[in-house]
């Protein structure tokens, strides 16, 4: 059992999960705002906050695709002892496939956020997305279509 968390193998706690994204976040994220609303790029802040969604979705899709598919986990799930597996259990991660699905679902309503109506639906299904976390068996959308399952790293 990891400290404070779930069983080794069992489904991972929406406070895990919710830790793990804001550190994946922010590795991501950080880097995206200081460089599009940085004073040497000159954008505009409307050009810059337009900019901001679909730059930080895109980096977050490479940045999860790639740690799951070599090893299961990004940093955050790493931090906090979760891992993603297959649904059914097999091998150590969910493979390029699966990964890249899984970053999809998760990263296409962010990228969205700029485009006027779309956008605030995008954000609506995001959160409620996230809420999956807080039901039982504790698997969002984004788990649910990649048939994979977030748990705690044995």
Do not use: F
């Amino acid at each position: 059992m990891r400290d404070g968390g779930a069983p080794d193998g069992a489904p991972a706690e929406p406070a895990q999960r919710l830790a793990a994204r804001v550190v994946d976040t922010l590795v991501v994220g950080l880097p995206v705002t200081l460089v599009t609303t940085s004073e040497p790029l000159g954008l505009p802040p409307a050009t810059a906050e337009t900019l901001t969604a679909p730059i930080l979705a895109g980096l977050l899709l490479v940045y999860e695709t790639v740690q799951l598919a070599l090893w299961g986990r990004t940093l955050g799930k790493r931090l906090v002892g979760l891992r993603v597996r297959s649904e059914d259990g097999a091998g150590a991660g969910p493979g390029v496939g699966h990964a890249a699905l899984r970053a999809t679902v998760y990263a296409a309503p962010i990228a969205m956020q700029p485009i006027p109506l779309l956008g605030p639906v995008m954000g609506v299904l995001w959160v409620g997305n996230a809420l999956l976390t807080l039901r039982e068996p504790r698997r969002p959308l984004h788990d649910r279509l990649a048939g994979t399952v977030v748990a705690a790293a044995p």
